[in-house]
């Protein structure tokens, strides 16, 4: 899937008075997904929900199809360590930093999350990418570029959650392409405490369901009683 939808939402305000209480009728943990333009949006949306009964903020610094903001910061060591940093004084509670693929190593911006004092670590967000239209010879989406996510990026989001998970302490949270059980279990093989499903969602709202059988019937096939045991167990040739 490509897509420039770009990050619209109603804001904190709204999320905060309208959202939460909507959603604190399900019995789940509730992680709200921050994002900014600057890094003082980014302190003063995190000041707001520091304040609120959620479990936690991803913070979104590697939207790749938006103008400003997000992987302008999450692209370089200085730029994830300081809006991360700038987060954290003013939020209490558990900081999930989301880090874009777009980068040469991303196990440099992996450790300025780290060492800015997240709780954890998301990745991988979606690759940068174009579509033309041939006969108009222009781009298809109308910003261009937009975000490229499916299963057809999960072998380079595998892999990039080994690299950050040989290189970090704090929990990987796996993402990238995952719509089956198999999918999932190869991200907690590599590393990944937990993994997040997007884009199987559009065209299976039961992906998460599924998801979570066919691991139940993974482990129930080798006799696994902890699925945390098999966490970063992958035995590399």
Do not use: W
Not at 69 to 77: I, N
Not at 91 to 113: F, G, H, Q
Not at 128 to 144: F, S
Not at 167 to 193: C, N, Q, R, W
Request: charged share 20%.
């Amino acid at each position: 899937m490509l897509n420039s939808i770009g990050l619209q939402n109603p804001g904190v305000d709204y999320v905060i008075e309208h959202y939460l209480p909507k959603l604190k009728k399900y019995d789940t943990a509730i992680i709200v997904n921050a994002i900014g333009n600057t890094i003082e949006d980014y302190v003063e949306v995190c000041r707001r929900l520091n304040d609120t009964d959620i479990d936690g903020v991803e913070l979104n610094l590697s939207c790749p199809n938006v103008h400003s903001g997000c992987m302008a910061f999450g692209v370089t060591y200085e730029g994830v360590k300081e809006v991360t940093s700038a987060v954290r004084k003013v939020l209490d509670k558990p900081l999930i930093v989301k880090l874009s693929p777009n980068v040469t190593d991303i196990t440099v911006t992996a450790r300025a999350a780290e060492d800015a004092g997240a709780d954890g670590i998301s990745l991988i967000n979606a690759f940068t990418a174009m579509v033309i239209d041939i006969e108009k010879r222009r781009p298809v989406l109308g910003n261009n570029t937009g975000g490229l996510s499916g299963p057809g990026i999960r072998p380079i989001a595998v892999r990039m959650t080994y690299d950050v998970a040989k290189t970090v302490k704090i929990p990987v949270l796996g993402i990238g392409g995952i719509v089956t059980g198999s999918d999932a279990i190869e991200f907690m093989l590599a590393g990944a405490t937990a993994v997040s499903i997007g884009a199987g969602n559009f065209y299976s709202p039961d992906t998460s369901i599924k998801v979570i059988k066919e691991i139940e019937d993974y482990l129930g096939k080798h006799d696994i009683d902890d699925i945390n045991s098999i966490i970063g167990t992958v035995k590399m040739n």
